[in-house]
């Protein structure tokens, strides 16, 4: 009698994998707001009537985005689904469908795939979003994820980069730099404290906080923190036609982020200007700081006011001295660096 086992993604093949995709799906199956998911040419979903479509790609590259001796792929699996549910967040939308791309190594083991796969699914079930298709392909270099995702937003609820008044206090959730600092400590060689490296390697979409600041009104502006404080601040201030002022001072920073910076002070520049926070950026009328804080309070997420929005162009530190530093709103950019991850 011949037996076969399957170890590695060439043993299993594509319609090996879709179908254990699809068996990893199961308790998903009967979801009333799905025609089709997997399995026919396109996927088929409802979207709420009166409700505007997002939608939102990323892609994740072996190397660039990643390094698989630095994370397990069952944590790379929730961050790949993880860094597009946070541009629904920043919308104020609702998650409800994603679709997965793949290029994978055949010599991917069964476990590691299962893991991603997990992973993956996990984050989406988190935030009541199905993955409803996708495309998988072999790669000979290494991993590619390319993930789009799609939510929807009552059309008035709508919060834009471009949306924010002269006056407006800058607030960002949760605590900055965690995940800059643990990239860092990574490509010197050294080991994060856990805490760090799970915000670098497993973020957490802030999807409670935009819908709620949205369906409230609060938020005048909203980006999601990717690319650096400062640069997606600069994107905000671009897209708004205004400037800033940043009181260092008040940045919200851990345990461990707060102790680093005691004994390299220098390292600053790695919270104002390191990515993948995924923590929201907003503004929003001095008015408002009430209702915020009680929303902070309900989503047990700190909301830190940061700054404010001025009438002109320009990027400050003002320091509570009265000092006032110009910065560049400059942070990662995939094409001056060439580090990878
Ligand atoms: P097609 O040839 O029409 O592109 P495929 O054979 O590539 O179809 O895929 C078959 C089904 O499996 C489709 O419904 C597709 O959406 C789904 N699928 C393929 N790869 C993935 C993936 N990585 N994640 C989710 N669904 C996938
Ligand atoms: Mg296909």
């Known amino acids: 009698m011949m037996t076969t086992t399957t170890h590695n993604l060439a043993s ?24 089709l998911a997997i399995g026919d040419d396109c996927s088929a979903c409802t979207l709420p009537a009166g409700e505007l479509l997002l939608t939102s790609t990323d892609l994740l590259i072996e190397n660039i985005h990643f390094r698989r001796d630095w994370t397990s792929l069952y944590a ?31 010599d991917l083991v069964l476990d590691e795939l299962d893991a991603f796969c997990d992973g993956f699914l996990d984050e ?33 609820q709508l919060v834009r980069r471009s ?29 994060p404290p856990a805490a760090l490296a799970r915000r670098h390697h497993q973020p957490t979409p802030r999807l409670a906080l935009g819908r709620a600041l949205a369906a409230a009104g609060l ?21 708004s036609q205004l400037a800033a002022c940043l009181d260092p001072a008040a940045l919200p920073l851990s345990v461990d982020v ?52 001025q009438p002109g162009e320009g990027l400050w530190l003002c320091r509570p001295d009265g000092s006032r530093q110009p910065v560049e709103a400059r942070g990662f950019n995939h094409f001056q660096s060439g580090q990878p991850a």
């Open 12 to 35: 299993l093949g594509e319609f090996g994998f879709i179908a254990r995709l699809r068996q990893k799906l199961r308790d998903q199956a009967g979801r009333a707001d799905v025609v």
């Open 76 to 106: 790379l699996g929730r961050k790949s689904a993880a860094v597009n549910l946070s541009d629904i967040a920043a919308m104020g939308g609702t998650p409800r469908y994603l679709h997965l791309g793949l290029g994978l190594p055949q």
């Open 124 to 156: 989406c079930r988190a935030a009541g979003a199905l993955l409803c298709g996708g495309d998988t392909c072999r790669s000979q270099t290494g991993m590619f994820i390319s993930v789009s995702v799609q939510g929807t937003i009552p059309a008035d």
């Open 163 to 191: 949306g924010g008044q002269p006056g407006d206090r800058l607030y960002v959730s949760g605590t900055l730099g965690d995940s800059a600092l643990a990239l860092h400590l990574l490509q010197q060689g050294q080991t």
């Open 219 to 239: 938020a005048h502006a909203m980006i999601d923190l990717s690319d650096g404080l400062l640069a997606d601040l600069g994107h905000i201030l671009q897209q």
């Open 258 to 309: 707060r102790r680093h910076l005691n004994h390299k002070p220098e390292d600053l520049d790695v919270v104002l200007r390191g990515g993948e926070d995924y923590e929201l950026l907003f503004s929003a009328p001095p008015e408002a700081a009430p209702r915020l804080e009680q929303l902070a309070v309900r989503l047990a997420l700190p909301l830190t006011a940061i700054g404010s929005l």
